[in-house]
């Protein structure tokens, strides 16, 4: 994951791939303070081997926790996911 700061602009991009066949709302990392969002933030992965457009989705909290979160889809081990989000910090 790279967190990219240009003034208040925070960008985020992660790249992921899973450790286990099995995962959901799963913590990848945590923001420095005050890069956190002014609002929990969402938006679709980009995946491979997806079973369904947009059934995972970074996350990113108010509280500047990061997760992968998982609506539904089928979930195998290996599995490559990208992303990237911008905000203004709080």
């Given at each position: 994951m790279?967190?990219?700061s240009f003034g208040p602009v925070i960008c985020i991009n992660i790249n992921w791939t899973s450790a286990?066949?099995?995962w959901n709302n799963e913590k990848v990392a945590q923001l420095p303070s005050g890069m956190e969002p002014p609002t929990a933030l969402n938006t679709p992965f980009l995946r491979?081997?997806?079973?369904?457009?947009?059934?995972?989705?970074?996350a990113v909290e108010a509280d500047g926790?990061?997760?992968?979160v998982n609506h539904g889809g089928t979930q195998?081990?290996?599995?490559?996911i990208a992303?990237?989000?911008?905000?203004i910090a709080k």
């Open positions: 790279r967190v990219t286990a066949g099995e491979n081997n997806a079973s369904g457009l947009g059934d995972v989705s970074l926790s990061v997760r992968i195998k081990q290996g599995e490559y992303a990237s989000m911008s905000w």
